[in-house]
């Protein structure tokens, strides 16, 4: 059929065939921007923290660590029970307050403040904490993340953070 | 039956379906690959269809959503006819699935079947591999319950090790700064669609391999694989001896497969599937996740390694594993291919099973994990019911020291044994080691009151073999 339209360099169909290459590369380009963008979009989406009330002022004993939970910052509405979570609050002095976090700096499990000990122990590969948070024992690099805590209003807040992660 | 003959007539006539796939089931093998050292790869396929109809049916009832999952597998285990066999089976195949895949591994490792012209059967086999591990936990992390989510929560602390980019492959892994509403979702997207789709691809790019290079036979000391004959030398094999794979060499296949098979099923149906956990809430810290009995080894690995190096080998130790893996058809694709010629290689299987039965060993008792729920001494072990040494074994059970250390068979695996810490240590040396601490033990020297610190020593110190204090030894 088509040899002889042969104009330059380049016949009518070679020109064909590389335009079609480059249209469909092209549309596969273009979708895969929505489609890339929707599966990473997660690692950019940062939302604003926000100060969680966990309980009145007058409900903690000076020097007693407890157990406070509350809502993430931001969860989606289909979250159910993952929207909660959780941290080590003690009251340390008439309005001063320390909040650890309850994942271990190591792998991130859940330590467990054992009253008794004054430890916060991880159940995973053995990590202790002491009561101020520094390493005791175990593998953990370094010691338990704190999270900022303030009393507002005669409300104790914690602001929430991203699970904390050790680094390389 | 006349009907029905004519009808296939047709049917095949029109689609050309025996012409195209009876040559493939029947082409020819060498006569010493009909063996039960073969059935292994055919089993893992069998293993994988067998995940593959349970998934599905499974995704007839499960709810991939953060909030509802937990209820939906509880529905499945507890009410319905035979939801519970269904994810017994889709777990307990899972199991299988991990242990044909090492078993066909060493299989084809022993036996050299990755050298010359095999080497891509290998390689697309080590990918294979990869998918199949990473089913496993997504897997794992699906049965959303409270194991689950801090498995996930560990994954991505392990991810956030890696140099620069950490912090994007942890919030990638769980879908955000948090676990939340994406995470399960996004887990149930990997497992059920993206790895089973590359895993779809990849065993129908390992099978044709198979059939383009034909399976390996058997091999015979002193008959060393050389690139320049080898392809000639199988084609005149299989050409003189060969046998046609269907039915001579396949029957093995679909025997084993039917063992394989039954045998899930019965485990499926006499333990059933694995029990829930609490629900997922990640504010309930009552938790210990340990993975499921194929990963144990690896949960003890980042327990036992050197808290110096453990960046490098979380990190690294995985990648060079696979980079070893993978490269390995490059490092030697020429030469014998009998295991005994190749010790070596022996000695290389022999090393890593005893490496992870070892790890595994270790991972299921758990030293390193405090006792949290271990039963307290009692005032007859104790040997009092007042005075020091009663005081001093009441701490010992309140101030922790019982998750740690065990005495007369209570207490936590960490720490030596205290049984009979009285005979190996004096009063003093029980003091320093108990306010300094050491090794492993955090120093109780700020926690301890003057009163606590002397009747727990006294407790100590009254541990012995011999009777009572104050009588000559032995």
């Known amino acids: ?168 | 039956m006349n009907f029905l003959r004519s009808a296939w007539a047709w049917f095949d006539d029109r689609t050309g379906l025996s012409a195209a796939v009876g040559p493939i089931a029947k082409h020819a093998v060498p006569p010493n690959t009909a063996t039960w050292f073969y059935v292994f790869g055919s089993a893992t396929l069998f293993a994988f269809i067998l995940q593959v109809a349970t998934g599905v049916t499974l995704a007839f009832i499960y709810v991939p959503a953060a909030g509802e999952a937990y209820q939906s597998l509880q529905y499945i285990t507890n009410q319905t006819t035979f939801g519970r066999i269904v994810r017994g089976i889709h777990n307990w195949g899972a199991s299988a699935m991990m242990l044909l895949v090492g078993v066909h591994m060493i299989q084809v490792y022993l036996t050299a079947a990755y050298k010359f012209p095999r080497e891509m059967n290998w390689i697309s086999g080590v990918v294979l591999l990869a998918l199949t591990i990473v089913m496993g936990f997504t897997g794992q992390v699906i049965r959303w319950d409270q194991t689950a989510v801090w498995s996930a929560i560990v994954a991505s602390e392990q991810a956030a090790r890696v140099p620069f980019m950490g912090r994007w492959l942890a919030d990638f892994i769980i879908g955000g700064e948090t676990i939340g509403g994406a995470t399960l979702s996004r887990m149930f997207a990997y497992h059920v669609f993206i790895i089973p789709a590359l895993i779809f691809v990849f065993i129908g790019f390992h099978l044709y391999l198979v059939i383009r290079n034909g399976i390996s036979e058997f091999p015979k000391a002193g008959d060393p694989v050389d690139p320049a004959t080898y392809r000639e030398k199988y084609e005149k094999l299989v050409k003189t001896k060969g046998i046609p794979f269907w039915p001579d060499a396949a029957w093995k296949d679909m025997i084993f497969a039917f063992i394989v098979i039954t045998t899930v099923l019965v485990i499926a149906i006499v333990i059933g599937p694995p029990t829930l956990g609490p629900p997922p809430n990640p504010s309930n810290i009552d938790a210990l996740p340990v993975p499921d009995w194929y990963f144990v080894f690896y949960f003890a690995f980042l327990a036992l390694m050197p808290p110096a190096l453990e960046t490098y080998l979380m990190v690294l130790g995985p990648l060079l594993v696979g980079l070893l893996l993978f490269c390995l058809p490059f490092i030697s694709n020429r030469g014998e291919r009998s295991p005994l010629r190749r010790p070596w290689a022996v000695a290389m299987v022999a090393l890593v099973i005893l490496t992870i039965s070892g790890l595994w060993a270790i991972g299921i008792v758990s030293p390193w994990s405090p006792r949290f729920h271990a039963e307290p001494i009692t005032a007859e072990i104790i040997g009092a019911d007042s005075g020091p040494i009663y005081r001093g074994g009441m701490d010992f059970n309140d101030k922790g020291c019982l998750y740690c250390h065990t005495i007369d068979g209570h207490g936590g695996l960490r720490g030596p044994d205290l049984t009979y810490i009285g005979d190996r240590l004096s009063s003093n040396e029980l003091t320093w080691r108990i306010m300094n601490g050491g090794l492993n033990m955090p120093g109780f020297g700020g926690t301890l009151s003057n009163q606590e610190l002397t009747d727990l020593v006294t407790f100590l110190k009254s541990r012995t073999k011999k009777p009572a204090q104050g009588l000559p030894a032995d």
């Open chain 1, 1 to 168: 059929m088509s040899d002889k339209t042969r104009t330059s360099e380049c016949t009518r169909r070679q020109f064909f065939v590389r335009l079609g290459i480059v249209l469909s590369s092209a549309a596969g380009a273009l979708v895969a921007i929505p489609i890339i963008g929707s599966i990473l979009e997660p690692i950019f989406r940062k939302p604003p923290p926000k100060w969680r009330p966990v309980g009145v002022l007058g409900s903690f004993t000076e020097g007693e660590t407890v157990l406070v939970k509350f809502i993430d910052s931001s969860p989606l509405p289909w979250a159910g029970v993952t929207a909660e979570t959780a941290a080590w609050l003690r009251r340390s002095g008439q309005s001063d307050f320390i909040a650890f976090s309850v994942n271990c700096a190591h792998l991130g499990c859940p330590v467990r403040w054992i009253a008794g000990a004054k430890l916060f122990m991880c159940p995973c590969h053995g990590g202790v904490y002491y009561e101020d948070g520094s390493v005791a024992a175990g593998p953990p690099p370094r010691g338990l993340y704190q999270y900022p805590v303030r009393v507002n209003n005669g409300q104790v807040e914690i602001l929430t953070s991203p699970i904390p992660v050790t680094t390389a």
